[in-house]
C-alpha cells in the first residue's frame, strides 16, 4: 500500500535579519543587513499509512507549524521532499488543495460577516461538491456538531466553540482524503473538546481520512492517536505507538497504599520499609499513605500487593498509570537547551 | 533551492468556477446590505462633494458661458458622472480586505484552495462594484437634484462610453490588485490607500477635468493610469473627447490594461515567493 504522506528528510532554513539594539544599531539595521539562519525544520522523515490518525506533537518552536505548512504546500521546504497521495504539494498546489483539508485552530476560513451557512455554501462551490453530495455532508456535520442553532448567525457572532466546530466541518465538506488539524482544540471547553474528538473519530473510523493532528492537549492525542511523531528542535525524537511510548520513557507503574487505622501505634503511622519489597521503592508516604513505584517488567503487581498485605494492615488500593502528559513533560524536560 | 511552479493556476482546467465567483459575490453583497449604514455614508459624502462642485463651478462660470472651450452645462455633468462613476468604481473594501488576510496570515487559506487568490480577489471587486451600484440607483433622483445630469453627447458617444467605461473598470481593478498586493512587503497599507485615493482622484479628473490642467501637470496626468479610469470614459460621454482623439485614449487604456496586468501578474509572483520562502 503506497504511503498517504511521505515525508524525506525535510529541511526547512528560514533568513532572519539580525535586530541591533538601540537607536544607532536601528540606523544600522536599515543599511548593513546581517542576517541569521535558523533552521526550523532539520531533517525530519516520516511516512503516513491512508486511513491513519497520527499526533504530531513537540514543544512551542519545535517546527511543528512549519512542517504542516510544507506538508499543505504553503511552504517551499529548503531542501527534503514530501509527496502527499503521490503529489508534491507546492508543485501542484491545486490539485494538492482538492484532497486534503486543513484547520489553524488559531485562524478561520469562514467568511467573517456572513452567516456560516454561507461559508459552507461557497467552500462547497469552490471544490465543485455536487449538489447532493453537499447537501448530505452539510446535513450530517450539522447533526454530529450540534450546528443548528447557529448556522445561520454571522461567524464573528460566534464563540470560539461554535466557530470551530464551523471550520472543522468546513474542512470535511468536500471530503478531502486527508485532514491537516493544527491545534483544533486551542482555547474550547470540555464539550466543545469532546464534540471535536468524536467527529475527528468518526471521520478516520468511518470515511477513512488520513489525520495529522498538531496540538499541545496530549488528552487528544490519549484519546484518538494510536501513534505519534514527536518532535522537537526540527528533529524527530520519536516515531511510534503511543503505549510504546509509555513503556519506553515511563516504565513505572505507582501503587497507591492507604493503610488501615489499626495499624497507628501510639499515634504514629508505621513506615513501610521497601527493602523487603522486590524491584520497588517508596516514592513518598505520610499520614498512613504510601506511594510506592515499581516497574510493571521487574516486579509483577501481584507479588507486590501481596507482599504489601502481609505485613501491612490494608485500607485501600490502587495503581496509578503514567500519562502521556508525564511522559512528554519527562522527555521535554530531559532535551538539551539549545543555545 | 527546489524549483518553483509558479504562480497557481497551472492547473488550468481548475481555472474558471464561475459557480463559486457567483458566491464570492452573493457574498460581497451580503455583507454590503449588512454594513448598509457605511455605503450609504460614503454614498452621502459623494452627493455633498457633488453638491459642492457644482456650487464652486458655478460661481467660477458667473459671468461666461464657456471657459476653455468648455461649456458649463457640460462641466456640471462631468462633474456629476466623474464623481458617482469613481465611487461606484473605487470601493477601497477589497484592497482593505486583501490587507487583511495577508496581515492575519489568512491567505494561507487562500494558497490551499482550489481557485487562484487573483480569481478569488476579482470577484470580490465585482461583488463590491455591484453593491455600490445597488446604492446609486435609488439615490438618482438625489443626485439629479445636488449636480446635474444630462444625456451623452450621442449615441455614438454613449456606445464608446460604456466600451470604455469597461476599460476604465479593469484599470481600476488592477490598480487596486496592485496597491492590496503592497501588503505582501508592508503589512501595512491603510495610509497607503488614503493617499492613494486621493491621488488617484485628483489625477483621475474627478475634481477638475484634466482641460484644465496647466502645462507640466497636465503632462504628468496623461502620463498616469488614472485619467483613463473616470476623465476618458466621462469626457466621452459629454462629447469633448471625440474622433482621433476619443480613439487614441481607448488605445492608451488597452495598453494600461496590458502593461498593469503584466506589473499585477509579476507582483503577484513575487508576493507568493515571499510568503512560500520566507513564510506567511
Known amino acids: 500500500m503506497p504511503a498517504a504522506i511521505r515525508v524525506q528528510d525535510l529541511v526547512k532554513e528560514f533568513q532572519r535579519p539580525r535586530q541591533r539594539s538601540g537607536f544607532v544599531g536601528g540606523v544600522r539595521t536599515l543599511f548593513t543587513r546581517q542576517y541569521d539562519s535558523v533552521r526550523a525544520v532539520d531533517g525530519v522523515t516520516f511516512s503516513i499509512d491512508p486511513g491513519e490518525l497520527v499526533g504530531y506533537i513537540g514543544p512551542n518552536g519545535a517546527g511543528k507549524s512549519t512542517t504542516i505548512k510544507m506538508m499543505t504546500g504553503i511552504l517551499v521546504p529548503t531542501s527534503g521532499t514530501v509527496e502527499v497521495a503521490g503529489i508534491t504539494p507546492w508543485r501542484d498546489r491545486e490539485r494538492n488543495a482538492l484532497q486534503i483539508g486543513v484547520v489553524f485552530g488559531q485562524r478561520s476560513q469562514l467568511w467573517w460577516d456572513l452567516p456560516l451557512i454561507d461559508s459552507f455554501r461557497l467552500i462547497g462551490k469552490l471544490y465543485r461538491v455536487p449538489q447532493a453530495q453537499y447537501q448530505r455532508n452539510v446535513d450530517r456535520f450539522v447533526d454530529m456538531l450540534d450546528m443548528h442553532e447557529f448556522l445561520e448567525r454571522p461567524v464573528r457572532q460566534l464563540s470560539l466553540g461554535q466557530r470551530m466546530r464551523g471550520d472543522l466541518a468546513a474542512s470535511m465538506l468536500y471530503e478531502p482524503r486527508i485532514l491537516y488539524l493544527d491545534e483544533p482544540t486551542i482555547g474550547l471547553d470540555v464539550v466543545a473538546k469532546e464534540s471535536m474528538r468524536t467527529f475527528i473519530e468518526e471521520m478516520n473510523r468511518e470515511s477513512g481520512t488520513t489525520i495529522v493532528l498538531t496540538t499541545h492537549d496530549l488528552a487528544d492525542v490519549e484519546r484518538l492517536c494510536a501513534r505519534i511523531v514527536l518532535i522537537d528542535h526540527g528533529r524527530v525524537l520519536y516515531d511510534g505507538g503511543v503505549e510504546q511510548l509509555k513503556s519506553k520513557y515511563a516504565p513505572h507503574r505507582v501503587l497507591v497504599v492507604q493503610l488501615g487505622p489499626e495499624a497507628v501505634r501510639d499515634g504514629r503511622w508505621p513506615t513501610i520499609d521497601d527493602a523487603f519489597l522486590a524491584g520497588a521503592e517508596v516514592a513518598e508516604q505520610a499520614d498512613g499513605v504510601a506511594r510506592i513505584r515499581f516497574e510493571t517488567a521487574r516486579t509483577p503487581v501481584h507479588d507486590l500487593i501481596a507482599a504489601v498485605n502481609a505485613r501491612y494492615p490494608v485500607a485501600d488500593l490502587s495503581i496509578v498509570e503514567p500519562d502521556l502528559e508525564g511522559v512528554v513533560r519527562q522527555i521535554y524536560g530531559d532535551r538539551v537547551p539549545v543555545a | ?280
Request: net charge positive; glycine share 8%; with cysteine.
Open chain 2, 1 to 280: 533551492m527546489t524549483a518553483i511552479s509558479l504562480p497557481p493556476g497551472s492547473s488550468r482546467a481548475l481555472d474558471r468556477n464561475f459557480p463559486a465567483y457567483i458566491e464570492i459575490v452573493r457574498g460581497r453583497l451580503k455583507v454590503a446590505i449588512a454594513y448598509r449604514q457605511n455605503s450609504l455614508f460614503l454614498l452621502a459624502i459623494v452627493v455633498v462633494q457633488i453638491f459642492i462642485l457644482k456650487k464652486v463651478w458655478t460661481a467660477l462660470y458667473a459671468h461666461q458661458t464657456s471657459v476653455s472651450g468648455v461649456d458649463r452645462h457640460a462641466l456640471l455633468v462631468y462633474l456629476t458622472i466623474a464623481n458617482i462613476q469613481g465611487w461606484v468604481l473605487q470601493d477601497p473594501t477589497v484592497s482593505r480586505y486583501m490587507y487583511e488576510r495577508v496581515r492575519q496570515g489568512l491567505v494561507a487559506f487562500d494558497l490551499v484552495r482550489p481557485s487562484g487568490f487573483i480569481q478569488q480577489m476579482f470577484a470580490q471587486l465585482a461583488g463590491s462594484t455591484l453593491s455600490s451600484m445597488m446604492f446609486v440607483l435609488p439615490a438618482l433622483p438625489i443626485i439629479y437634484f445636488a449636480g446635474t445630469l444630462g444625456a451623452p453627447a450621442s449615441w455614438s458617444a454613449a456606445g464608446v462610453y460604456v466600451a470604455s467605461l469597461a476599460c476604465g473598470y479593469v484599470i481600476t481593478m488592477m490598480l487596486m490588485l496592485i496597491i492590496g498586493m503592497i501588503a505582501f512587503w508592508t503589512t501595512e497599507i491603510l495610509g497607503l490607500t488614503m493617499l492613494y485615493r486621493l491621488v488617484s482622484q485628483f489625477f483621475a479628473g474627478a475634481l477638475v477635468p484634466l482641460t484644465f490642467f496647466p502645462g507640466a501637470l497636465r503632462v504628468l496626468a496623461e502620463a498616469l493610469p488614472f485619467q483613463s479610469t473616470v476623465y476618458v470614459p466621462v469626457a466621452i460621454y459629454v462629447g469633448r473627447l471625440h474622433g482621433l482623439a476619443m480613439l487614441q485614449a481607448i488605445v492608451v487604456q488597452i495598453a494600461w490594461i496590458a502593461g498593469l496586468s503584466l506589473a499585477a501578474w509579476a507582483m503577484w509572483r513575487r508576493a507568493l515567493f515571499r510568503v512560500v520562502v520566507q513564510g506567511g
